[in-house]
């Protein structure tokens, strides 16, 4: 049973990234009136926010910090719904773990404090793969959570601090009774509404501009990044939605990813040889979108995802085609 017409506005945090931007497009398309957090909502970095429709009428954005719960909570007051993305992108744990605990206990007491009816989490496929224990053969579901010693020892602190992140926004919520949900999504792909390249768009940008020579020999999954908005509205709107939801459309290895853009943009430079030549290609995991499915969504497929990107940093003059004949269509 939907509950969007209880729940017009709502507050989205770290509106200005790559996926934040695409919830508050949707939101917006759908009649909310919305509330963007930024550090600071002047910089150019956030004006795409205000050229969406809608957003002359519905759309505000203020400035908060993860670190401040006062600036949360003024964001927050008035809001019947929060959607939780910011956090950094950063390998360094000085810049992530702060923001991981701290912050987003800031984030559920500020909701809670505030009124908030329901919180969604922008968690990542970092907080489930991580774990050296896995079987490859082995489905990973939303029962998986990385092991945070083996993110400290191999020195992945991102995908620590997103583990983390999530693991205490639960619990955080439970105790103040906030009702949680989140979104875990694979590595997001597709159309940029701003100009700001970002890590994702940026793992496909180096196949095709010389920066680099080979691909690795590495796993992972992919999904639309309007699919992992639209996944966060649904499961917002949706009043029996509860817990994690995993949100990937297929697993490709690298060599797949380089074959798929060689395929669809034949003029590039795809590299055509892998870095490692010594191991054997590694095996594909598996992931489980069935509780997505169930709800409703369908997935959009990994080669419109690569396909989007590439057609989107074309299109905003970021990558300038090649004149070796024209690209596939799909």
Known sequence: MSQASGHRTVCVTGAGGFIASWIVKLLLDKGYTVRGTARNPDDPKNAHLRTLEGATE??????AELLDYNSLRRAF????????????MSYDPGEVLKPAEEGTRNVVNAAADSGVQRMVLTSSFGAVHMNPNRSPDAMLDESCWSDLDYCKTTGDWYCYGKTVAEQVAFETAKGRKLDTVSIVPAVALGPLLGTTINHTTAHIMKYLTRSVTTYA?????YVHVKDV?????MVY???????RYLCSERVLHRGDVVRILSELFPGYPVPTKCSDEVNLRKRKFRISNARLTELGLRFTRAERCIYDTV????DKGILVPPQAGPSARL
Request: glycine share 10%; charged share 15%.
């Open 229 to 233: 908005a639209a996944a966060h509205l």
């Open 77 to 88: 007051t008035g809001c019947q719904g929060v959607f939780h993305t910011a956090f950094p």
């Open 237 to 243: 709107e949706t009043s029996t939605a509860s817990g």
């Open 217 to 221: 020999n590495a796993v992972q999954g």
């Open 58 to 63: 519905r759309l505000t954005l203020h400035r």
């Open 311 to 314: 057609k989107c940093l074309e």
